[in-house]
């Protein structure tokens, strides 16, 4: 299978930790990238590879991969983490890249 | 600082074509890959096309096989997708992005803004 699924929305309170879900295949091969998108602006890379943080991200986020499973994780979410979060890798041929369904993260 | 800018996109009526074009500068853009990814109103993000630093090799999500083309001009640090034979569905926001690449692992980084494409009659 080429997809990725990701729980579509998931909620957290100010302060804690939590946990974003990706799975597919390709993932026992392959490590996932992940964006976060805020409404009207473009996708913006908070983990890449096995658990890299682009220069200017809090290293509040983190990532982790077991099997087909990535994980991406925010210790003491904080408000302006809202937003929508979408993993991303190559697919099982490894010729095309595909993108998770995507999770809304809401920070009450 | 690395910045993309797309144009290009508009209003097109079904069967149509547009071309985006996408400037790059703060970077070698030759020595990187470059994608195409777009986003329909409301919807997830989809990985549309892909092509290697020398423009040689290219990629293509299924959905648009055979109607785009994605193309480069390294001495104009400028990324194209020719879009034809336009769709409803491909009606979306279109980004380009830098494509990062390790050991197992690639990424988009950074994204531009993006250049809205409707196709419509």
């Known amino acids: 299978s080429s997809e990725l699924t990701q729980d579509p929305a998931v909620s957290v309170a100010l302060g804690q930790t939590v946990r974003i879900t990706c799975q597919g295949d390709?993932?026992?091969?392959?490590?996932a990238s992940w964006y976060q998108q805020k409404p009207g602006q473009a996708p913006v890379l908070v983990i890449y590879?096995?658990?890299n943080r682009p220069s200017g991200i809090p290293d509040r986020f983190s990532g982790s991969s077991s099997g087909n499973t990535a994980s991406l994780t925010i210790t003491g979410a904080q408000a302006e983490d809202e937003a929508d979060y979408y993993c991303h890798s190559r697919d099982s041929s490894g010729d095309h890249y595909v993108f998770g369904t995507g999770t809304e993260v809401t920070v009450l | 600082e690395v910045q993309l800018l797309e144009s290009g996109g508009g209003l097109v009526q079904p069967g149509g074509s547009l071309r985006l074009s996408c400037a790059a500068s703060?970077?070698?853009?030759?020595?990187?890959?470059m994608s195409w990814v777009r986003q329909a109103p409301g919807k997830g993000l989809e990985w549309v096309s892909t092509s290697s630093g020398g423009g040689d090799s290219t990629y293509y999500t299924d959905s648009v096989k055979g109607r785009f083309t994605i193309s480069r001009d390294n001495s104009k640090n400028t990324l194209y997708l020719q879009m034809n034979s336009l769709r409803a569905e491909d009606t979306a926001v279109y980004h380009c992005a830098k494509v990062g690449s390790a050991t197992r692992a690639n990424w988009f980084d950074p994204w531009g803004q993006g250049t809205l494409v409707t196709v419509s009659s």
């Open positions: 390709s993932l026992r091969s392959y490590y």
């Open positions: 590879g096995k658990n």
């Open positions: 703060g970077f070698n853009f030759r020595n990187y890959a």
